[in-house]
């Protein structure tokens, strides 16, 4: 068992975390939420005194145990620096990247194009962003059910909940925003890509 990471694993899992925690920002600063464990975090943020990088490491800490005990060591400590830094990241970018105006739309856009890109980047580098990306990473290897899917289904318990606290506009958005983020992970990225970042890698490996 080699913990050690490369720098091309360093690179991958770093770029990531910024383009994760970009997405954040983008949403929050429009109200918006999204799916998954980052989507209750948000959600939670708006209605309790904590913030959303607390909130999305506590809600992730059951998913991190269920990390190491079936996808072994080395996915759950790279799943671990993607979820601290995630946490450490969006609150820092939240403090300097402003914005004087940022309409529902274009937040729901940005956020989920980049976080498609963080996801996959993460995904590929043979980690998570923790919560349901681990289930749906688990998933995928044991039926070939794609993680994305199974996002999306995820999503949509998010989004109930979310329909009691957000405006109708804010829920679409949000919801917009998601199908964005899920697209993207469904159309480019095969669970055969995670362990090196490299496409076809596994399929290659396994053939």
Sequence with gaps: ???RMSIF???GLAFGIVMTSL???????AGLVTGQTAGIA??????????????????????L??????????FAIRTIIAVVGISLVSQLLGKI????????PIAAILGGATSGM????????NASAGGMTILGIILEHKTGFKAGWFQLSVDAAVFL?????????????SFLGAIITNLAIVWNFDVAQSKTGRPGYGRAANE
């Design 23 to 29: 997405s954040v920002v983008f949403l929050k600063a």
């Design 9 to 11: 694993d360093v690179q």
């Design 65 to 74: 145990i269920l990390a190491w005990v079936k996808r072994g060591p080395v």
């Design 161 to 173: 909940a979310a329909a009691f606290v957000l405006s109708p506009a804010q829920l679409f958005y």
């Design 42 to 63: 948000l959600l939670l943020s708006y209605v309790l005194p904590l913030s959303f990088g607390a909130l999305f490491f506590l809600i992730g800490i059951p998913f």
């Design 118 to 125: 963080g996801l996959i980047a993460i995904f590929r580098h």
């Design 97 to 104: 990247v402003l914005f004087d105006r940022l309409d529902a």
């Design 1 to 3: 068992m080699n913990l």
